[in-house]
C-alpha cells in the first residue's frame, strides 16, 4: 500500500525551503529491540544558515528528536511515533516549532488480508495553522487468484508534517 502522509522522512532534515543545504551540526541514532519492541531514537542539530549574497537568514539553527516504539505481535504490530523541531539561536522566530504524533497497526486478520490504520496529530504555532489530524484505514487482500484492496484517508486542513511528507493538505479519500 502506498503511504502519501509520513510524520516522518529523514531526508528532511538538512534541506531546507527550495532545496537549500543546511549544514548539519551532528546527531545520533540508536535503535535496537528491548523486552519485545523495537524502539528507535533519532537526535539532530543543524546550524543556521545565510544567504552568501544579502546576508539574509534562510534557516535557524533547528534541532530534530524522533522516537519510534513498535511492538510485534505475530505477523501483526502496533507503534506509536513522536516528532519534533524546534528552532534556537538568534535566526529563530518566537514559538518555531513543529511536533508530530502518532499510532498506528497493522493486523493480520487472515492469512492472506491484513488490515492497517494510523491516526497522527501535528501541533504549531497558531501563526502557522495550529493543531490538526490524519488519518488512514487500508485493508489489503491477496491469494493466488485475486489482489484486492480498499481505504479511507482523512487529512485536516491545517495538519503540518513539517519533518515528514505529505502530498497535500484538507481531502478525503476513499480507495479501491
Do not use: C
Not at 531514537?41 to 546576508?55: A, K, W, Y
Not at 535566526?91 to 492469512?111: C, E, F, I, K, M
Not at 487500508?138 to 481505504?151: C, I, K
Amino acid at each position: 500500500h502506498a503511504q502519501a502522509i509520513d510524520l516522518f522522512f529523514s531526508r528532511r532534515i538538512g534541506i531546507g525551503a527550495n532545496g537549500v543545504p543546511i549544514p548539519i551540526i551532528g546527531g545520533a541514532r540508536l535503535s535496537g529491540k528491548v523486552h519485545g519492541y523495537n524502539i528507535g531514537i533519532l537526535n539532530m542539530q543543524t546550524e543556521s544558515e545565510l544567504d552568501d549574497t544579502t546576508g539574509a537568514a534562510l534557516a535557524p539553527t533547528n534541532n530534530f528528536s524522533v522516537l519510534r516504539v513498535v511492538r510485534e505481535i505475530g505477523r501483526s504490530n502496533v507503534g506509536a511515533m513522536f516528532v519534533n523541531r524546534a528552532a534556537s539561536g538568534r535566526y529563530a522566530l518566537a514559538d518555531d516549532y513543529n511536533r508530530g504524533y502518532g499510532v498506528d497497526a497493522a493486523w493480520q486478520a487472515t492469512s492472506n488480508g491484513k488490515l492497517f490504520a494510523f491516526i497522527a496529530r501535528t501541533d504549531s504555532p497558531q501563526a502557522k495553522g495550529g493543531a490538526d489530524y490524519a488519518g488512514r484505514l487500508f485493508y489489503s487482500y491477496a491469494n493466488p487468484l485475486l489482489q484486492t484492496s480498499f481505504g479511507y484517508s482523512d487529512v485536516g486542513e491545517h495538519f503540518n508534517p513539517e519533518v515528514g511528507f505529505l502530498a497535500r493538505r484538507n481531502y478525503r479519500r476513499l480507495e479501491g
